[in-house]
């Protein structure tokens, strides 16, 4: 007699498809897009204002003999960025470079940094000046909608829980080990997310209109305190570079983070909206 055929093994269970939220409403990707158009725009117009004048002081009054807190400078041979006490040869980089044209140059920062890519301080100032108002007018329709959309309390509101030092500090370790949450908590913004866009929304961007504005001389005429408030023209300027600086520093941040949680996932949830939910790990090594 014949021996009988074992049964087939069953098979394995399809793994199923990961789950994708709503993560990201429609004012929110608008604005993000926009705002990271125009701030590259700022930056770069910014930097040829800079150029006209690469010092910065505090207080009312900065010309070129008075003592400047920064200088981006060149000699005859060489370029150079001095702060305070501290002074470093920036040959090639800042104040002395070459353009690809082979010529040297002596300004603050190269071309490729500027808008525009020639020597125009009024070209840098009418293209600043416009994206200012773009800036303006789309934060303000943002903040109005982050407060009174539910985007403040639904995403950003930061609760009694994650005030704690432990869960700060906790946060701040996980990233630093590049572990990212997985599951349902990849769709929440974590505490250092949360202080970060809370401090770019209402801290840093107001910061940099506010002393863009007490650098004007109509608005001194007309709003005279702003002087008072901010030290001073020349120290609303130092701060108007420090806050562009800090912003550069969190949009470097910003891309790094989207690059090593997965940056199809992070740029396809601003695009679209929705946002697959990365699995846990046990669930991960349960199928492979």
């Not at 009418?126 to 303006?136: G, I, Q, T």
């Not at 943002?142 to 700060?168: N, Q």
């Given at each position: 007699?014949?021996?009988?055929?074992?049964?087939?093994a069953?098979?394995?269970?399809?793994?199923?498809?990961?789950?994708?939220?709503?993560?990201?409403?429609?004012?929110?990707?608008?604005?993000?897009?926009?705002?990271?158009?125009?701030?590259?725009?700022?930056?770069?117009?910014g930097?040829?204002?800079?150029?006209?004048?690469?010092?910065?002081?505090?207080?009312?009054?900065?010309?070129?003999?008075d003592?400047?807190?920064?200088?981006?400078?060149?000699?005859?041979?060489?370029?150079?960025?001095?702060?305070?006490?501290?002074?470093?040869?920036?040959?090639?980089?800042?104040?002395?470079?070459?353009?690809?044209?082979?010529?040297?140059?002596?300004?603050?920062?190269?071309?490729?940094?500027?808008?525009?890519?020639?020597?125009?301080?009024?070209?840098?100032?009418?293209?600043?000046?416009?994206?200012?108002?773009?800036?303006?007018?789309?934060?303000?329709?943002?903040?109005?909608?982050?407060?009174?959309?539910?985007?403040?309390?639904?995403?950003?509101?930061?609760?009694?829980?994650?005030?704690?030092?432990?869960?700060?500090?906790?946060?701040?370790?996980?990233?630093?080990?590049?572990?990212?949450?997985?599951?349902?908590?990849?769709?929440r913004?974590?505490i250092?997310?949360?202080?970060?866009?809370?401090g770019?929304i209402?801290?840093?961007?107001?910061?940099?209109?506010?002393?863009?504005?007490?650098?004007?001389?109509?608005?001194?005429?007309?709003?005279?305190?702003?002087?008072?408030?901010?030290?001073?023209?020349?120290?609303?300027?130092?701060?108007?570079?420090?806050?562009?600086?800090?912003?550069?520093?969190?949009?470097?941040?910003?891309?790094?983070?989207?690059?090593?949680?997965?940056p199809?996932?992070?740029?396809?949830?601003?695009?679209?909206?929705?946002?697959?939910?990365?699995?846990?790990?046990?669930?991960?090594?349960?199928?492979?």
């Amino acid at each position: 007699m014949a021996d009988a055929t074992p049964p087939a093994a069953p098979a394995a269970p399809a793994a199923p498809p990961p789950k994708r939220v709503y993560r990201h409403r429609l004012p929110a990707r608008i604005w993000h897009w926009t705002n990271a158009v125009t701030l590259l725009v700022l930056l770069m117009s910014g930097l040829m204002i800079f150029n006209a004048h690469p010092r910065l002081y505090w207080g009312q009054y900065g010309a070129n003999h008075d003592p400047a807190w920064l200088v981006i400078g060149a000699t005859e041979d060489s370029g150079f960025l001095r702060v305070g006490s501290l002074r470093v040869e920036t040959t090639g980089v800042l104040g002395r470079w070459t353009d690809s044209a082979g010529v040297e140059k002596t300004w603050a920062f190269p071309g490729w940094a500027t808008i525009p890519t020639r020597y125009s301080l009024a070209d840098g100032r009418r293209w600043h000046l416009f994206f200012a108002w773009v800036l303006a007018i789309s934060l303000t329709l943002y903040m109005l909608w982050t407060v009174f959309g539910g985007h403040l309390r639904k995403d950003l509101h930061v609760r009694r829980a994650e005030w704690s030092p432990r869960h700060i500090w906790h946060d701040i370790k996980e990233h630093a080990r590049l572990r990212f949450p997985t599951g349902e908590a990849a769709a929440r913004y974590n505490i250092l997310q949360k202080l970060s866009y809370i401090g770019v929304i209402f801290v840093l961007l107001p910061l940099m209109i506010a002393t863009g504005l007490t650098m004007s001389p109509g608005m001194n005429a007309a709003a005279p305190w702003m002087l008072d408030l901010f030290g001073g023209r020349q120290s609303a300027r130092s701060i108007h570079f420090i806050a562009a600086w800090a912003l550069v520093a969190f949009f470097l941040v910003h891309i790094a983070m989207v690059l090593l949680a997965g940056p199809v996932n992070e740029i396809r949830s601003m695009v679209t909206g929705w946002f697959r939910l990365p699995e846990p790990k046990d669930v991960k090594d349960m199928g492979a």
